[in-house]
C-alpha cells in the first residue's frame, strides 16, 4: 500500500508540474487588472475595458485582432466572469483573457506563454513521500451558516475567506484542528507551519476527501501544495485563518517554485 501511495503521489507532483506551466497555466499570469464602470485602456491590450453589473465589457475594432469565441470583435462585446456559469475568455495573440469576480469586485487577467516566471521555470521542489504524514481526520461542521473570517491576501487586501467547520487529527505526535471550507464535496484549508517563508512558501494549500457520514476524512500532507501566489505575484491568495499556523515543522508536501 506504501508503495502505491508513493506512485500516486508520484503521479499528483507530475501533474502539478504540468499544470502550472501549461501555455496559460498559473505561471503565464502576467498582470490582475482591477475594472469600474469608467473605460480605460489595459496595458498592453487594444481596445477599452470596463465593469458592469453583467461582466466585464470591451469595445475595440477588427483591427486590433481581439477574439471572442474565435470572433474578431469590431464594437462592444460583453465577457461574463469565472463566477458564471455563461464565463467567457478572450485571446489576442498567444495572450489568454479571463474576466473574474471577487467579492463584488472585476478584474482582467492577462495569461502570456512568454511570462518571465514561466520561462524561467525549473520546477517545484517537494519534500520526499512519507507515509506518516497521512492520516486520518475528523470534520466537524459549524452550526448553521458557513462562516466568514476576514484574512489579508497576497495581493495586500483583506477579503472575507468562507470557513464551514474544522478538522480534527494527530500527526507527528501532535493533536490539533484546523479550520477547512467545502470546495464541492471535498475540503479545503490554508495553512502555514514552522517551515513556512523558510524551507518552504509563506504558506501552502490542502485538500481532502469528501468526508463520509461520521465526518471521517484523510489529511495528507504529502500533498499540501503551493498557492498560485507562488507562481505568479498576480494571484490573490489567502493567508491562513487564525489557528491555522501549526506550530512544529511539516516536512512534507511542496517546497518552492524552481527557477533557471
Known amino acids: 500500500m506504501t508503495e502505491k501511495a508513493a506512485e500516486d503521489w508520484k503521479h499528483w507532483n507530475d501533474q502539478r508540474v504540468a499544470s502550472v506551466s501549461a501555455q496559460h497555466g498559473q505561471l503565464a499570469l ?4 482591477w475594472l469600474d464602470a469608467e473605460p480605460v485602456q489595459v496595458p498592453g491590450l487594444p481596445g477599452q475595458w470596463w465593469a458592469d453589473a ?3 465589457r470591451v469595445r ?3 483591427a486590433d485582432g481581439l477574439l471572442v469565441d474565435s470572433l474578431l470583435v469590431d464594437g462592444e462585446v460583453l465577457l461574463r466572469p469565472d463566477t458564471d456559469p455563461a464565463a467567457g475568455t478572450a485571446t489576442l495573440g498567444d495572450l489568454l483573457l479571463v474576466p473574474i469576480e471577487r ?7 492577462v495569461f502570456d506563454p512568454a511570462a518571465p516566471r514561466r520561462v524561467a521555470f525549473a520546477g517545484i521542489s ?5 507515509p506518516e504524514w497521512a492520516v486520518p481526520a475528523v470534520f466537524t461542521p459549524f452550526e448553521g451558516e458557513p462562516k466568514a473570517v476576514v484574512v489579508p491576501n497576497a495581493d495586500g487586501r483583506e477579503r472575507p475567506l468562507a ?26 484549508g490554508v495553512i502555514a507551519d514552522a517551515t513556512s517563508g523558510g524551507d518552504t512558501y509563506r504558506f501552502r494549500f490542502i485538500t481532502l476527501p469528501e468526508p463520509d457520514a461520521d465526518g471521517r476524512t484523510v489529511l495528507d500532507l504529502n500533498r499540501a501544495y503551493l498557492p498560485p501566489c507562488a507562481f505568479s505575484d498576480h494571484f490573490i491568495c ?4 487564525p489557528g491555522n499556523r501549526l506550530d512544529f515543522a511539516v516536512e512534507a508536501g511542496e517546497r518552492q517554485v524552481l527557477s533557471r
Open 30 to 33: 502576467t498582470g490582475t487588472h
Open 54 to 56: 453583467e461582466g466585464v
Open 60 to 62: 475595440a475594432v477588427a
Open 103 to 109: 467579492e463584488g469586485e472585476l478584474a482582467l487577467r
Open 126 to 130: 517537494a519534500f520526499p513521500y512519507a
Open 163 to 188: 470557513v464551514t467547520g474544522q478538522i480534527e487529527f494527530t500527526v507527528a505526535g501532535e493533536h490539533r484542528t484546523l479550520t477547512v471550507s467545502r470546495a464541492g464535496k471535498r475540503l479545503t
Open 238 to 241: 489567502p493567508f491562513p485563518p
